[in-house]
């Protein structure tokens, strides 16, 4: 395992139990098992190990889903799949995802929301094509 992978995974962890704010470079260099100043070497610092597992987190759901099908049912229950399989196998990282986006830097955070809103208007679209019948605004509060 890469020494990046250790650091990211030591920091979902802490991060997850005590809150972004709650966790320094150095504790998430200890469980890492390497020193404080070590990570630096990997990470210019706290906020950018957040938006790389932020990124993986965003990366990993797109991976899930997959390619849009010429079936649109079978894309709506391909997206449903891809989303229970992160919740139940990325917990921590789905909640700290869920619950420290404001501790994003704002370019980092900008990014993000971009890349949410992509995924977002991809279920948009697909329920869409399930039930053309309803309307726009319904459909994206179904999203």
């Keep these: 395992m890469s020494r990046d992978r250790v650091i990211l995974d030591a920091a979902v962890r802490l991060f997850y139990e005590r809150g972004f704010d709650g966790v320094g470079v150095d504790e998430i260099g200890v469980a890492a098992g390497v020193t404080g100043p070590a990570i630096y070497r ?49 917990r921590e990282l789905l909640s700290v995802y869920s619950r420290e986006d404001r501790s994003l830097a704002e370019t980092s955070r900008r990014r993000l929301h971009r890349r949410q809103r992509q995924y977002v208007e991809r279920w948009v679209e697909v329920l869409r094509r399930c039930y053309p019948e309803r309307a726009e605004d319904e459909l994206t509060s179904a999203a």
Excluded: C, S, Y
């Design 42 to 90: 990997h990470f210019r610092n706290k906020d950018e190990i957040l938006a790389t597992l932020f990124d993986e987190a965003m990366d990993r759901l797109l991976q899930l889903a997959g390619p849009p099908h010429d079936d649109p049912w079978e894309e709506l229950r391909g997206l449903v799949r891809a989303q229970a399989e992160f919740a139940l196998r990325d």
